[in-house]
Nanobody
Framework: VQLQASGGGLVQAGGSLRLSCAAS????????MGWFRQAPGKERELVTA????????YYRDSVKGRFTISRDNAKNTVYLQMNSLKPEDTAVYYC????????????????WGQGTLVTVSS
């Protein structure tokens, strides 16, 4: 499956952004989807993941209550709604897909998007 992430940009602290990741070339509803991020000089980290029908999600502690992952299987798209953004959320955000939840969480997905830059100014 091919993934195309979009929606990044520059926002002030406390603001919001919504990222989108459009999938093509596969059966989207079969995939677990995840969002990762990589800040300058840091390792890539898992932000959140969602199972095939949205009934199961995972969030890293630092984004709980601020970020929401969702998916629209009819549109082959996964979203990341980011509210109350902080400067430490600044990173390139990547979407990832695989057919196994643990594989996605461990960062071993077979498919990755190209990344979209989110910059949060203080």
């Amino acid at each position: 499956v091919q993934l195309q992430a979009s929606g990044g940009g520059l926002v002030q602290a406390g603001g919001s952004l919504r990222l989108s990741c459009a999938a093509s070339g596969g059966t989207f509803s079969h995939y677990v989807m995840g969002w990762f991020r990589q800040a300058p000089g840091k390792e890539r980290e898992l932000v959140t993941a969602i199972n095939w029908n949205g009934s199961g999600t995972y969030y890293r502690d630092s984004v709980k209550g601020r970020f929401t992952i969702s998916r629209d299987n009819a549109k082959n798209t996964v979203y990341l709604q980011m509210n109350s953004l902080k400067p430490e959320d600044t990173a390139v955000y990547y979407c990832a897909a695989d057919d196994d939840f643990r594989t996605v969480i461990r960062g071993r997905s077979g498919s990755w998007g190209q990344g979209t830059l989110v910059t949060v100014s203080s």
